[in-house]
């Protein structure tokens, strides 16, 4: 939005290409340039209606520098000042079709833009693994703070005695748990077990008709097409609707089979590995990845597939599914990806990120009290 002292400016130069800047619906920046005469600035005068808005803007003048800079890019060197510099290409012709040297002038704004502390380090970096002991005193913490318990887990197969859950309906459940809550995936799959007796019976149906009786989990039509092309895949290899042959398989191997079908990834198949068959699997999700980031454990911009191998890798077996389970409700409970908080968080008095969540929560507080 254009500044007071951005508009005053205008008035004074006739030759003037001010900056605006839009975010498209991926959310990215893209610059638009607008004359003075133009309709758009009409319209950008006319939403400052409220004297509430004007207010705000008023107070937000200091935190905006209005400044010249010239044809050769080079503007002012400032560490906490981000420039916004607007293309001087269509300036450039006219003077050369005009015949003259003399540079163009270009109007920009310059916003203040704190100084956020670089917390990201190399994945290759041995400091940035979590080591068993710390993970060990996260899941002690966790378990303090939300009252959860489960006994240690048992890394070795299950014998054919003890085996009490189907994997495909640990598949299909996982599968339907994607982007949705918990409360409308268990609908969901209720529903599904419900209208058909048998998975061959649901294959049989067709994807059109899951999707209704799964509408409320949300996006149907997508998971209803991934969970008939598994089972159609599983009753064309096997004669019949079953992942019962894992059990034989390893690890690894069942990862892989599991990850060969169309639409499982390996957050998919590493949670029916953990909760389906019991084995040392740590799925991570968008709150872990989160967390990880935040304490530590993992570089700022590491993608959950790092997140995964590392912490895979490094969290004991014993532990892993009490502390992904942990991890989860913390990140829903307290280490919230808006407004986290760090003042009832155990895990805060090392976490790096502290402060510069802290200060962010402060600025938004102070950002809605001005509108």
Not at 180 to 194: E, I, V
């Amino acid at each position: 939005m254009l500044s007071f002292a951005s508009l005053s400016l205008i008035g004074k130069c006739e030759s003037v290409i001010m900056t605006g800047n839009r975010s498209d619906f991926n959310g990215k920046r893209k610059r638009y340039a607008l004359k003075p005469s133009s309709s758009a600035l009409s319209h950008s005068l006319n939403t400052l209606r409220s004297s509430k808005r004007r207010n705000a803007i008023a107070k937000l003048e200091n935190q905006v520098v209005d400044t010249a800079i010239h044809e050769n890019g080079q503007g002012i060197a400032h560490p906490t000042l981000m420039v916004e510099e607007e293309s001087t290409k269509g300036v450039q012709q006219k003077a050369a079709q005009a015949g003259t040297d003399e540079k163009p002038t270009v109007y920009a704004r310059l916003r203040i833009r704190p100084q956020i502390p670089d917390y990201s380090i190399d994945i290759e970096d041995s400091h940035c693994l979590p080591q068993p002991p710390s993970s060990n005193e996260a899941y002690e913490t966790l378990e303090k703070l939300h009252s959860f318990y489960r006994g240690k887990l048992s890394t070795a197969s299950h014998p054919k005695t003890k085996r009490r859950k189907d994997l495909l309906d640990s598949l299909i459940a996982t599968i339907l748990s994607q982007a949705t809550s918990n409360t409308n995936s268990s609908r969901a799959f209720a529903a599904l077990k419900g209208a058909f007796p048998t998975w061959e019976d649901a294959m049989h149906t067709g994807a059109t008709e899951m999707e209704e009786h799964i509408r409320c989990g949300g996006l149907a039509k997508a998971k209803s097409r991934v969970i008939h092309t598994i089972l159609r895949q599983l009753y064309d290899t096997q004669g019949k609707c079953s992942l019962d042959f894992l059990w034989d398989l390893d690890t690894e191997e069942a990862k892989r089979v599991l990850c060969r079908f169309h639409g499982v990834g390996p957050k998919t198949a590493s949670c029916v590995l953990m909760f389906g068959m019991q084995r040392g699997e740590f799925p991570v999700d968008t709150h872990i990845r989160r967390i990880a980031a935040r304490i530590g454990w993992m570089p700022i911009n590491s993608s959950a597939e790092q997140t995964y191998q590392v912490l895979n890798s490094c969290v004991p077996d014993d532990i892993k599914h009490d502390l992904h389970v942990m991890l989860i409700e913390h990140g829903r409970k307290t280490c919230k990806a808006r407004n986290p908080k760090c003042e009832e968080c155990p895990l805060a008095k090392g976490c790096p990120s502290r402060l510069q969540l802290q200060s962010e929560a402060e600025r938004q507080k102070q950002a809605r009290k001005a509108f």
